[in-house]
Nanobody
Framework: QVQLVESGGGLVQPGGSLRLSCAAS????????MGWYRQAPGKQRELVSS???????NYADSVKGRFTISRDNAKNTVYLQMNSLKPEDTAVYYC??????????????WGQGTQVTVSS
């Protein structure tokens, strides 16, 4: 079994910061790209940021300059540092990983999501 578990969400005031973590565990041989998505009420899930195994990053225009994605390959963990948060960043944030299992199977796995609420 392979699972991704997010942590670090919560309630923060506008202009504040949060750091999300996503740890992958189980029969994992390697992890390729990892990413953070978010889904606000009544909206479709959207890509926030992604990072390859080599460290190349990609960001949605709405978060460029405010969010930073990073990963620790030794810990199979990806992070999302979110600064200068805005009310429009309020959403459930999901982690996604494209990985190769110990059994030679390629798979994509999602975490359960963590709520981020930006409000005064």
């Amino acid at each position: 079994q392979v699972q991704l578990v997010e942590s670090g969400g919560g309630l923060v005031q506008p202009g504040g910061s949060l750091r999300l973590s996503c740890a992958a565990s189980g029969s994992i041989f390697s992890i390729n790209a990892m990413g953070w998505y978010r889904q606000a009420p009544g909206k479709q899930r959207e890509l926030v940021s992604s990072i390859t195994s080599g460290g190349s990053t990609n960001y949605a225009d709405s978060v460029k300059g405010r969010f930073t994605i990073s990963r620790d390959n030794a810990k199979n963990t990806v992070y999302l540092q979110m600064n200068s948060l805005k009310p429009e960043d309020t959403a459930v944030y999901y982690c996604n990983g494209d990985l190769l299992s110990d059994y030679g199977l390629f798979m994509s796995r999602w975490g359960q999501g963590t709520q981020v609420t930006v409000s005064s």
